[in-house]
């Protein structure tokens, strides 16, 4: 009996403190899955949460799994696995796995490069159909470069001074862009691995600056057409010029650090 | 010739004329009628009655209807005769009138004839008369007879044998069991009567035997008697020879062995109400089995309890009386408040037999509790005292609550607050005398803990609205008190050192015992300025303890603190929530930072893994201390992630402001995952802070 209510008490203590870092929708659009901070993935039947006779029990999940021992920052789904990373290896599950409710690990990717104390964290996932490529931004300050068929890293982008927060992709997957702590935003050729080909520093941009809040860079996001840019996190919400590497636009949120953002059809929406 | 005779022949009755007759019948209708009168000469007698017999009266009247005629006609010839007026001669007149006179013998002789005729009619009438009575005689003597015999033959038939009644077996099972020589088989399957004969005469001799076993069985059992008797006397004799080697065994009980003692006490015991009674068993033998520091003890009156017992039935019919009694007194304009005052004051009556349970403690403290049944609301109540040993009593402001009586024990198991009854028959028969809740009599009766019911074998279930009382169970109390023993241990040893723990936050430092101090860095700038205990209405105002409320985690019941921490601008509120059954649940904190602007956990996302820090991973500082220091412990780690905060958000921060505080700590990182966690995680063997 005592050790049933010590673990009840830990349990409601974390769910108290739990934080739903990222999620993402299945293949067939009918599932949402969810990360938190205690490495727990949750899914979600959509169909029956969003039913107009939606009862209490509908809104639970109708499957978890322990995804990591640690925290999951990043899901991605691609259209056979579902890949999550974040303190710990990068893991990923098949779908069809999910959907039979019986997942087990499919296959992982580690830095086994680093041997520091202190294993990196992944932060973001990115990935590319066409080379079958899945980039990783981590906590060593790099992104990775991941090909899926002999899961080996092909390549890092190094460059930043601080952790990656986050990744996106423009033209088509040649271009890798990714935002860090450090403050900067670089553009990489995903070809070339020396160096970035552009660097942004929007905290060093007096429209968009915010030192109160910090320098570090949160979210990224490219428009449909590639032209436009808008990344947020300490400084404020700003759309870039991708031409000119000019900002254009600043969204005022004051006292708000955005950690997503995202571009829908012809709006930007962000939190 | 004949006719001299015709006078005469009326006077011979008795001859017969058989001759004669014929001739006459067949005689015209002459108005002469010659009588011929043939005697035959053979018959000494005249017989009319044979003349009769051959006359036909049809003839004989219509010979009076002309002798009739002829007389009239003589008589109007010898009118007419003297009529004509001549003279008749006197010989024609009388020869008329002898003819005249002839024609009455003639009818005379008819008239006798027609006598003779009725009487012989009559006579024959008569005769079959009698025949027929005769008949009629014999034929009711026979319908007589024959009633007679039909009564006999109903009367047979009624006869109701006694054998009609023995229920005999049936007629397998007679025909299996019954030997040859009665059941006769071949003579009874043909007759029924004999087979009936045969069944009884097998039913006697069935019964016939059993008769007999039974005055065996009967000698037997008087035999068996007479041994009993004997056998009791002997015990009886030997009654007075125990107590005396009892006596006896007096002086040796003053040694060592207390044998006297023991037995006044299991015989008060048995006057005790069955769910003290299981609990002084239960505990007893607990103490002899496996626990010597714990003892238990029978108090209070014993005749009350024997007087008691005596008068429990009376209670139940007293209680229906009591209604007539009270309407009795109604109209005798008694106050009624008395009435209603004696019925409140039995309901809470207890039973006047205690049983005593000491808990000696690792320490020297000793928790007395006192169990006492109340009788009408069938459950068991304690009363606690608790006396410290002499160096552990440290006298607190913020702690005074802490070892009172009415709250050491509450929550001793998760949700076991003590405050209502956990009978729920018991709220009906209180609102039914207008008293409160049970929660106000609390301090009269004691705390009727959901522990304390099982201890005594009364296991309530709860939510169950039409339960009966449950009969106090021994398996029940035996399977609890164990635990029970060890929980009350460890929740006074907790309490002890909580209150000597928050002594000395009330002296502003936290004291960290020494197997904790690996968990901390050796030196953290934060400094420990305040330490307040607060009661739940100010708890429930402080804007950043809103979400605890509202996940429902913190009740009117729980202990609240509030603690303040500062170093140099900054200054740091945290609201404590120490639970009752702490440290089975750990104390929660809710943290607010006021340095540029507030921070707390709903704006600022480092405060609210600050907050986690301190109440997710509390089993790690348990593992490394005792969990009775875990408050402390929680404490010392969220001033240190106070200084990591600080440090972290100065150097972030680095380009709005100077650094108001220098990076003392070891940070390698100070910033990770997406939501830019600050490294609240120290790493003892290498004194770094890291990230989790």
Same mark, same amino acid.
């Given at each position: 009996m005592a050790v049933n209510f010590e673990e009840d008490i830990i349990k409601q203590r974390q769910e108290f403190h739990m934080t739903v870092f990222c999620q993402c929708f299945s293949p067939c659009g009918k599932y949402l899955v969810a990360a938190n901070n205690f490495g727990k993935i949750a899914v979600f039947s959509l169909v029956s949460a969003l039913s107009p006779d939606v009862i209490e029990d509908n809104r639970r999940p109708i499957l978890s799994f322990e995804g990591s021992k640690g925290a999951i920052y990043t899901l991605l789904s691609t259209s056979k696995f579902l890949i999550c990373g974040g303190e710990g290896e990068i893991r990923a599950w098949n779908w069809s796995d999910i959907y039979k409710k019986t997942p087990k690990v499919a296959w992982s990717l580690s830095n086994s490069s680093s041997v520091r104390f202190d294993e990196p964290e992944t932060n973001?996932? !990115? %990935?590319?159909? /066409?080379?079958?490529?899945l980039f990783s931004g981590c906590g060593d300050n790099n992104v990775y470069m991941w090909d899926l068929e002999s899961g080996t890293c092909k390549g890092t982008l190094s460059g930043h001074t601080d952790y990656i927060h986050c990744l996106t992709s423009r033209n088509n997957g040649q271009e890798v862009i990714s935002g860090s702590e450090d403050g900067s935003v670089r553009i990489w050729d995903s070809r070339r691995t020396s160096e970035a080909m552009h660097v942004v520093e929007p905290y060093k941009h007096e429209e968009c600056c915010r030192p109160n809040q910090g320098k570090w860079i949160g979210c990224l996001a490219v428009d449909s057409s590639d032209d436009w840019l808008v990344c947020g996190g300490g400084p404020s919400l700003t759309s870039w010029h991708m031409r000119? !590497?000019?900002?254009? +636009?600043? $969204?005022?949120?004051?006292?708000?650090?955005?950690?997503?953002?995202? $571009? %829908?059809? =012809?709006?930007?929406?962000?939190? | 010739m004949s006719s001299s005779t015709n006078p005469i022949v009326k006077k011979r009755r008795r001859t017969t004329r058989p001759g004669s007759e014929i001739s006459i019948t067949t005689s015209s209708k002459d108005v002469k009628k010659v009588k011929l009168m043939s005697h035959e000469p053979q018959e000494p007698a005249y017989s009319e009655e044979k003349e009769v017999d051959l006359r036909d009266p049809q003839k004989d009247q219509a010979m009076f209807a002309t002798a009739c005629g002829e007389v009239k006609t003589c008589m109007k010839n010898i009118y007419d005769m003297k009529m004509e007026g001549q003279q008749p001669g006197p010989s024609e007149v009388s020869e008329k009138r002898i003819q005249a006179s002839l024609n009455f013998v003639t009818l005379k002789k008819l008239n006798r004839v027609a006598h003779i005729r009725c009487k012989k009619a009559k006579d024959v009438t008569h005769e079959s008369k009698m025949k027929v009575d005769s008949f009629h005689l014999q034929l009711q003597n026979l319908l007589y007879e024959v009633m007679h015999l039909q009564k006999e033959i109903r009367k047979c038939l009624e006869f =109701?044998?006694?054998?009609e009644d023995i229920d005999l077996v049936e007629v397998d099972d007679f025909y299996q069991d019954a030997p040859a020589e009665i059941s006769k088989p071949e003579i009874t399957q043909k007759d029924p009567h004999q087979l009936r004969l045969a069944r009884l005469d097998w039913e006697l001799e069935q019964r016939q035997r059993l008769a007999e076993k039974c005055k065996d069985a009967q000698n037997n059992k008087d035999i068996f008697l007479k041994e009993i008797r004997t056998k009791k006397e002997y015990l009886d004799s030997l009654q007075p020879k125990l107590t005396d080697v009892l006596q006896s065994t007096q002086p040796l009980q003053m040694l060592s062995m207390p044998y006297e003692e023991t037995r006044t006490q299991h015989k008060t015991a048995r006057h005790l109400p069955r769910p003290l009674y299981i609990l002084y068993v239960q505990a007893s033998a607990y103490h002899e089995a496996c626990d010597k520091r714990l003892s238990v003890n029978i108090e209070g009156d014993l005749e009350a309890a024997i007087v008691e017992e005596s008068t429990n039935h009376a209670i139940e019919i007293e209680s229906d009386s009591d209604d007539e009694t009270a309407e009795r007194s109604k109209r005798r304009r008694r106050k009624t408040g008395d009435v209603l005052k004696e019925k409140r004051k039995r309901t809470l009556k207890k039973h006047p037999l205690k049983v005593t349970l000491t808990v000696k403690c690792s320490d020297g403290s000793v928790l007395c509790l006192t169990f006492s049944y109340l009788i009408l609301l069938q459950i068991v109540t304690v009363s606690v005292k608790l006396t410290p040993a002499s160096d552990s009593v440290v006298s607190t402001v913020t702690g005074g609550d802490l070892l009172s009586a009415n709250s050491l024990l509450s929550c001793l198991f998760p949700e076991d607050y003590g405050n209502d009854t956990p009978n729920t028959a018991n709220n009906y028969q209180l609102s039914k005398l207008g008293m409160d809740s049970f929660r106000a009599y609390i301090s009269e009766v004691g705390h009727p803990y959901m522990w304390v019911q099982r201890l005594a074998g009364l296991e309530f279930l709860e939510g169950d609205e039409d339960q009966e009382v449950p009969r106090a169970k021994s398996s029940v109390s035996a399977s609890h008190i164990e635990a029970t023993t060890k929980a009350l241990r460890n929740r006074v040893t907790a309490r002890l050192a909580?209150? /000597?723990? !928050?002594?000395?936050?009330?002296?502003?430092? +936290?004291?960290?015992?020494?197997e904790s101090q690996c968990l901390f860095p050796a030196k953290l700038d934060g400094k420990f300025t305040n330490w307040t205990s607060i009661p739940y209405e100010d708890y429930i105002i402080l804007p950043y303890t809103r979400e605890v409320q509202e996940a429902e985690m913190v009740n009117e019941m729980d202990m609240l603190f509030k603690a303040t921490f500062e170093r140099k601008s900054a200054k740091l509120n945290a609201a404590i929530v120490v639970p009752q059954d702490y440290p089975g649940s750990p104390s929660l904190f809710s943290v607010q930072i006021s340095w540029r602007g507030e921070h707390n956990a709903q704006n600022d996302e480092s405060i609210r893994l600050m907050e986690s820090e301190v109440n997710v991973h509390f089993k790690e500082i348990m593992a490394h201390g005792s969990p009775d220091y875990l408050l402390t412990n929680q404490l010392q780690r969220l001033l240190m992630c106070f200084d990591v905060y600080l440090e972290a958000k100065s150097s972030l921060a680095s380009l709005a402001a100077p650094v108001e505080f220098s990076k003392d700590k070891v940070m390698p990182r100070l910033a990770r995952g997406p939501h830019r966690a600050k490294p609240y995680k120290y790493n003892p063997h290498h004194g770094f802070f890291s990230h989790r």
């Open positions: 973001c996932l !990115l %990935y590319n159909e /066409k080379d079958n490529t000119s !590497l000019s900002p254009t +636009i600043t $969204f005022p949120t004051p006292d708000v650090c955005h950690n997503h953002v995202m $571009f %829908y059809e =012809d709006m930007v929406s962000g939190h | =109701d044998s006694k054998d909580l209150q /000597k723990q !928050l002594a000395s936050l009330e002296r502003h430092t +936290i004291p960290v015992p020494s």
